[in-house]
């Protein structure tokens, strides 16, 4: 099966200017997360989706970021304005839905932001 | 609330080596935990999940053992070869929605 895609790869920003990344999930997978790594640490959650409802945001800084998954498979991360430090990877990984015990997350590339 | 420590936050070893990463998590209302790598400027891939009735998992040359009582899972790698070098994470399984909780990973490195 395909794995979960990310777009872009890299983005190199000016702070307080905004962003956008695309995620597209595995196909049947109806939890979507967005984790962000900074350097040197693990990944934290932002936001976790099941089909197209937020079940958990609440690590997200709301005062500049958002994200929202229309018609419940690709979701979309923005940052706005951006401040420079948000410069990590943004992770989107997608998991079935089922028992919570067997639950196996699968990720995609990330994206990369780096903000001057 | 959760929080998930890896220890040691960096290993060097001669190839052919066996060892063993720790994770320690504070919680024990886990789900599951799970064992991952990641290569530089790379995604996360899972290498092992070891439900909370379970006691260990095994793949290949990676066994990895959940202790919930204590506390603690260790990854252990048998015969260590330099394309193992990258970075392991462990994470825990909880919450009522099921949230993944990241320590902040090994940096292993293999040397030939």
């Known amino acids: 099966e395909a794995g979960v895609a990310q777009s872009p790869r890299y983005k190199i920003i000016e702070k307080r200017q905004s962003v956008a990344f695309w995620c597209n999930p595995i196909?049947?997978?109806?939890?979507l997360y967005w984790y962000q790594q900074i350097l040197g640490q693990g990944p934290k959650l932002l936001i976790q989706?099941?089909?197209?409802?937020?079940?958990?945001d609440s690590q997200l800084p709301k005062d500049r970021f958002s994200a929202e998954r229309l018609k419940g498979v690709d979701s979309t991360l923005k940052i706005q304005p951006a401040k420079l430090e948000d410069s990590a990877v943004y992770l989107c990984?997608?998991?079935?839905?089922?028992?919570?015990?067997?639950?196996?997350?699968?990720f995609g590339a990330g994206s990369r932001l780096t903000v001057l | 609330k959760q929080e998930v420590t890896q220890i040691p936050a960096a290993l060097s070893v001669p190839e052919g080596e066996n060892l063993v990463l720790n994770c320690s998590f504070t919680?024990?209302?886990?789900?599951?935990l799970q064992w991952f790598r990641q290569d530089p400027g790379k995604g996360l891939t899972s290498l092992l999940l070891?439900?909370?009735?379970?006691r260990e998992q095994t793949s290949g040359r990676l066994n990895a053992s959940l202790d919930k009582s204590s506390g603690r899972s260790t990854l252990y790698i048998a015969a260590s070869q330099p394309g193992d070098s990258a970075t392991y994470l462990c994470?825990?399984?909880?919450?009522?929605?099921?949230?993944?909780?990241f320590g902040k990973g090994t940096k292993l490195s293999v040397k030939p």
């Open positions: 990984a997608s998991s079935r839905q089922g028992t919570l015990g067997a639950n196996v997350l699968t």
């Open positions: 919680d024990s209302a886990i789900y599951n």
């Open positions: 196909s049947g997978h109806a939890t």
């Open positions: 994470a825990g399984l909880g919450g009522s929605q099921g949230n993944l909780i």
């Open positions: 070891i439900q909370s009735s379970q």
């Open positions: 989706f099941q089909n197209n409802g937020v079940v958990d």
